[in-house]
């Protein structure tokens, strides 16, 4: 079954550590995002990709990095979480040319103590 | 600058009534407006999409109202059920470009 995973689901880690956060499509889609968003609040578009080894910056400025180096895979890496780094994260991905609109994941919630 | 306004940010409708919620946009070049619905612990689903080609789009019990020469699309939902409680997201987007997503409405279906 077509679909997008992010892992972990839920992470709680101590400040100044690094942390992946992992995003995967089975779908085959060229464009991938990564949001940041508070729970039931706005989705703040942070990182986003286009292709294989394209990646841009979003609206929202942010301390993470992302790589894309497979179609398949958009990890986002944050080098020293800090307690303001506490959010939810949702990945996206989304077909050129398609009105299917983005498909998300089910996010993985981050808790920087 | 919101380039999509929406509202209201939190809504409370009874059991069978009708859900309502709006987006006001800014930019007469969007061509594609989806709503998502997110429940909580996962990431927001597509619900239904309009093209401005059209003044309205109706899927079961949500319907798209859109009003291209007031900018403002409109979703509503018919005989609201506790199931349907949840963040709704508009979103507008021009050509190929991202979405752009409104501010969320949180609804409450009360039993």
């Known amino acids: 079954e077509a679909d997008i995973y992010q892992t972990p689901r839920y992470l709680v880690i101590g400040t100044g550590k690094k942390i992946t956060l992992e995003c995967s499509q089975t779908?085959?889609?060229?464009?991938m995002y990564w949001y940041q968003q508070d729970p039931g609040m706005e989705l703040h578009l942070i990182h986003y990709?286009?292709?294989?080894?394209?990646?841009e910056k979003g609206d929202l400025s942010s301390e993470s990095t992302v790589s894309r180096i497979r179609t398949e895979h958009f990890p986002l890496t944050l080098e020293s979480a800090r307690p303001s780094h506490t959010s939810q994260y949702l990945c996206?991905?989304?077909?050129?040319?398609?009105?299917?609109?983005?498909?998300f994941g089910s996010g993985t919630r981050l808790t920087v103590v | 600058q919101q380039q999509v306004k929406q509202s209201p940010q939190s809504l409370i409708v009874q059991k069978g009534g009708i859900s309502i919620i709006n987006c006001a946009y800014e930019?007469?070049?969007?061509?594609?407006f989806p709503w998502y619905q997110q429940f909580p612990g996962k990431g927001p689903a597509l619900l239904i999409a309009?093209?401005?080609?059209?003044s309205e789009k109706k899927e079961g019990r949500f319907t798209i109202s859109f009003n291209k020469s007031a900018k403002q699309f409109s979703l509503h939902i018919m005989d609201s059920q506790p199931g349907d409680s949840a963040t709704y997201f508009c979103?507008?987007?021009?050509?190929?470009?991202?979405?752009?997503f409104g501010q969320g409405t949180r609804l409450t279906i009360n039993p």
């Open positions: 990709s286009y292709g294989v080894n394209s990646t």
């Open positions: 309009i093209r401005p080609d059209v």
């Open positions: 996206a991905s989304s077909q050129a040319g398609t009105d299917y609109g983005y498909t």
């Open positions: 779908m085959g889609h060229d464009k």
């Open positions: 930019n007469t070049a969007f061509d594609y």
């Open positions: 979103a507008v987007r021009k050509g190929a470009q991202k979405l752009v």
